[in-house]
């Protein structure tokens, strides 16, 4: 999510850096040994170009690197080759320079060579003239949250599927007493509707399942994926959304999961706004890009920084909004898994543009992939 802070954020020092280099004068009042003592974070400084200027003990913890080896080093060194290739850390930069900072979740490479599974934020320093002085880069390594998560799905998966087994054998059992029974038996009818709701929730167990797995990715477009949302969320009132440009830019997706992070920037335009929803799909520089605008309500300013934190609702919402806080958080939470940035405009009583910016897909498909 890439968000525009207030002021921008100032971070504790890590000693061995030149102390002519610009970021020395904004940590002069810091004693030099915080950021030392920090090991759960890498904290990292890098100059205007990405040229890594700092490094504190968590960073090497993480990384894999001593401070000796890596000042000097450009931070696309800790990327894998698909991503350089890309130009992925460029772009990271570039929105951390615009809007103040962004955040990242993916994989990341150690200096051995092996991957973790990393959320990262990266927020540019500034002069009092405005001009970037370099960023600061604080990095988490949730490779064993990542861990637990996979083996949970995992064990979701095998659930989803056992259980199917035996619904499939009782269907089966159903058709054949219908044979006999009449047709509009009501016992008959009963046992029907209750195997195909737990036939739904397997199924909806294992697309869950699917939404969060890299595995389930493949290729689509975008503006198919929105349309998708649109068809889920207001199925019976399309006329409510008003469809402008919708460019075919393909992307390789978890494309039950992003549809559904659109349909909940969908379900909230619908929710807090009684005017025409417009949708626009189109390319950017950053990749492939859905817009969703509505005239509505709109979030307070104050509330910008934190709207997709889990739970917050803003100080706009009233209890008869219903809801829980968690659909923004979820579609943050997926966009970052695709390597994108969620971006959202708002000004009250006049509504709220939300903008969903994931890479754009190679031009050939990848081996296995399908195309929608």
Known sequence: MTTVPD???TLPTVSGVDPAHPLTSIRRSIPRDWDEQVDLFAIVKLDSGGFVRGWNLGAERIKGYTEDEILGSHF???YREEARRRGIPDQLLAAAQRDGHVEDT???VRSDGSEFWARVTISAIR???GQVLGFVKIVRDLTSEKQAADERAALQRTFAHDLLSPVTAL???LDLLADDLPPDHRLLRLAGEASDHIVAMAQALMADVESTSERGRRRATFDLIARGAVALVLPGDLGRVRFGTMDAVPVRADVLGLRRAIANVLENAAKYSDDVIELDAF???EGAAVRVRDH?????PDDLASITHEGERGRFAVATD???GIGLSSVHRIVSEHGGTVRIQSAPGEGTTVTVTIPRADEEPDAGDSVL
Do not use: A, L, V
């Open 106 to 108: 993916g994989w990341r």
């Open 322 to 324: 219903g809801g829980r």
């Open 283 to 285: 390319e950017t520089d």
């Open 171 to 173: 269907r089966g059992y």
């Open 127 to 129: 002069s009092d003239q």
């Open 76 to 78: 696309s060194r800790f």
């Open 296 to 300: 509505g309500r709109g979030i307070h």
């Open 7 to 9: 002021e921008p954020p």
